[in-house]
């Protein structure tokens, strides 16, 4: 559960696991910044207690280079799902992965921002 109790989709969680283990995430936000940048990025996700600066600067970062965005989790559960310490930001490497990744955030109700 979320601090606002909406159930976490567990499904993104070992998603995320699967493609942090598979080398096909980006985490840091030094790390997703060069990886959308470069055109690596097919998905970032942003932690919702991230500060709004952050956000913001994600946000309008994925509007230009059109990478889906979306806000999801916290920061310790993000970085958890991926085997590390807390993350704000994390970019999915894989179209595979970001494709499905995506699938279940929409499905459980977490649109793009």
């Known amino acids: 559960m979320c601090k606002d109790n909406v159930p976490v989709p567990k499904k993104v969680l070992s998603m995320l696991g699967l493609a942090a283990r598979s080398r096909n995430v980006a985490s840091g936000g030094f790390a997703t910044e060069n990886a959308v940048k470069s055109g690596k990025a097919y998905l970032v996700i942003v932690s919702a207690d991230a500060s709004d600066n952050t956000k913001k600067k994600f946000r309008n970062m994925c509007d230009f ?9 916290e920061m310790e559960m993000l970085g958890h799902s991926i085997g590390k310490q807390e993350r704000t ?4 490497l894989n179209e595979g992965f970001a494709d499905s990744i995506q699938k279940h955030l929409e499905d459980s109700g977490i649109g793009r921002r």
């Open 65 to 73: 280079y059109e990478v889906p965005f979306y806000q999801f989790g």
């Open 89 to 92: 930001s994390l970019a999915v």
